[in-house]
Antibody, heavy 118, light 110 residues
Framework: QLQLQESGPGLVKPSETLSLTCAVSGGSISTDNRYWGWVRQPPGKGLEWLATIYYTGLTFYNPSLKSRVAMSVDTSRNQFSLRLSSVTAADTAVYYC??????????WGQGALVTVSS | QSALTQSRSVSGSPGQSVTISCTGTSSDVGSYNHVSWYQQHPGKAPKLMIYDVSKRPSGVPDRFSGSKSGDTASLTISGLQAEDESDYYCCSYAGTYTWVFGAGTKLTVL
């Protein structure tokens, strides 16, 4: 069974860069036609798609965040990462990594709460 | 890219049917049959319930069904059960390799 696990700092200072990694187990990140994405959820609010990556490094970003967001993939470690720069309190959220293909998200990590505060 | 519009809350009694709507635009829901629905219990990760408007992943009860008309997609839950009480989110492909979620609907089973 495919499993995803987010990791990274739970507290980030305003104006700094948020960095999270998603480790994939139970399957290869390099599987054809399987993409990998990030979705976040501010406290008490809805879901927001952030970005998606293919194992080749091809990336797709939410236009509203495009200037601040970046994804990368490490096939040797079977993991992918998210970087969000110049964070503010509005970026405080639970960040989920998920397998993303054929326009659906079928396997999700448990989520990682990241708080932006000085 | 604006969030898809969902009613904030809906309720029903056990055994009844409820429908949750998700309204987008001609640029997302109206243009693509790539609408998915997710169930999210408090403190848990979302779970895929419906994809491509009306397809159910294996393991999802057939009480859950989806449909679409124009710019609005709908999730119908029939034979409502207590464990269906949850938040539900729709998601649509919005073109140019972007996706947009709805704001979420809280389902209460009375």
């Amino acid at each position: 069974q495919l499993q995803l696990q987010e990791s990274g700092p739970g507290l980030v200072k305003p104006s700094e860069t948020l960095s999270l990694t998603c480790a994939v187990s139970g399957g290869s990140i390099s599987t054809d036609n399987r993409y990998w994405g990030w979705v976040r959820q501010p406290p008490g609010k809805g879901l927001e798609w952030l970005a998606t990556i293919y194992y080749t490094g091809l990336t797709f970003y939410n236009p509203s965040l495009k200037s601040r967001v970046a994804m990368s993939v490490d096939t040797s470690r079977n993991q992918f990462s998210l970087r969000l720069s110049s964070v503010t309190a509005a970026d405080t959220a639970v960040y989920y990594c998920a397998r993303h293909y054929d326009h659906l998200f079928d396997f999700w990590g448990q989520g990682a709460l990241v708080t932006v505060s000085s | 890219q604006s969030a898809l519009t969902q009613s904030r809350s809906v309720s029903g009694s056990p055994g009844q049917s409820v429908t949750i709507s998700c309204t987008g635009t001609s640029s997302d829901v109206g243009s693509y049959n790539h609408v998915s629905w997710y169930q999210q219990h408090p403190g848990k990760a979302p779970k895929l319930m419906i994809y491509d408007v009306s397809k159910r992943p294996s393991g999802v009860p057939d009480r859950f069904s989806g449909s679409k008309s124009g710019d609005t997609a709908s999730l119908t839950i029939s034979g409502l059960q207590a464990e269906d009480e949850s938040d539900y989110y729709c998601c649509s492909y919005a073109g140019t390799y972007t996706w947009v979620f709805g704001a979420g609907t809280k389902l209460t089973v009375l």
